[in-house]
């Protein structure tokens, strides 16, 4: 399988615990779901499926995060917001993990 751009998926739900563990259980798989406070997620093929509580800006069935791997994390947002792109959260301090190519 060729590696993917995609790191991770975030989704929002009522009950993470219940959504989570039925995803995990029916995407032919059985991965075994992770508990992060209120954060649920797996991983299948290398990507995170996680589950996050919803909130007043995430309501049910608003679209999911997608989280992209790329090689450069600074100059790929700068560029991203030269060409207009907003961030999603401007509070949230955004940075690449520690050894990743996020």
Not at 12 to 20: G, H, K, L, N, R
Not at 48 to 72: C, E, K, M, W
Request: aromatic share 12%; glycine share 6%; net charge negative.
């Amino acid at each position: 399988m060729e590696s993917s751009p995609i790191r991770a998926v975030k989704f929002y739900a009522s009950d993470p615990e219940i959504v989570s563990t039925w995803w995990a259980s029916n995407l032919g798989e059985d991965a075994p779901v992770i508990r992060d406070g209120e954060f649920r997620y797996f991983i299948v093929d290398g990507i995170q499926f996680g589950f996050h509580l919803t909130d007043d800006r995430n309501p049910i069935s608003a679209s999911p995060v997608l989280y992209l791997s790329v090689a450069n994390f600074e100059q790929t947002r700068n560029h991203l917001l030269e060409l207009g792109c907003a961030m999603h959260r401007e509070a949230w301090p955004l940075t690449a993990l520690a050894g990743s190519a996020s």
